[in-house]
């Protein structure tokens, strides 16, 4: 069955044909020498991947819509990679496991289901369009969960930790919701600043962003 265009964009949401670039902190400098892929947690054996051992993973290609937490959505994105399941393959992930800690570059997480994580077009993209992700897209290799708010889907991934409970990651231990489903709004969890701003959208994200400049600033600061 195939969607009316209208139908596929979720409450609260506006399309667009641009792709905007949004992350806390900088766009990582990465040396694909040193580049790692991380396989831990709930696992019998840890596994560590070279950039050239994961490039060389099946290759599967799917198409999927974006959905922002910040309010726009864009469709009909095409993106190369490995599927979530194929990585997982490599180890024997323990019964216990039922939440997964996806790890980006600078200590940058995000939790989610590991259920979620199987579905057939969930991948670990390096290819966006056709072309190969530039960096502030999260090259060299990005996670794409579509059926989720953006946030979910980690740019400059490093590596996944299996887990028996859930636990929030960066954007989710700072009020972000720790499902995020777009159809059913999941944007925020109640926070004291989400009530402060009147839960507006906008104005929340303006205040969360400032103070997570802030934080971050803070750290970048050379200590005395
Ligand atoms: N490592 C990392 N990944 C991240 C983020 C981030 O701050 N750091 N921001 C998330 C958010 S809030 C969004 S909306 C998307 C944006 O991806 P884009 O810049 O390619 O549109 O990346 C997500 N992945
Ligand atoms: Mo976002």
Redesign the pocket.
Known sequence: MVLDKKDRVPPGQTLTDR???????TVPRVNLDAWTFRIFGLVDEEKILTYREFMSLPQTRVQSDIH???TWSRLDNTWDGVLFKDVMNLVKVKSEAKFVMVH??EG?TTNLPLEDLLYDNVLFAHKHDGVDLTP???WPLRLVVPHLY??K????VRGIEFMAEDRPG??EERGYHLYADPWLEQRYRDDPEWNETGRNTEEYYRTIKARVRKEMAEKQRPSS
């Open positions: 792709w905007p670039v949004l992350h806390a902190g922002c937490v910040t980006a570059e940058w502030n897209h999260g953006f946030w889907s980690a740019k400059w960066f954007w």
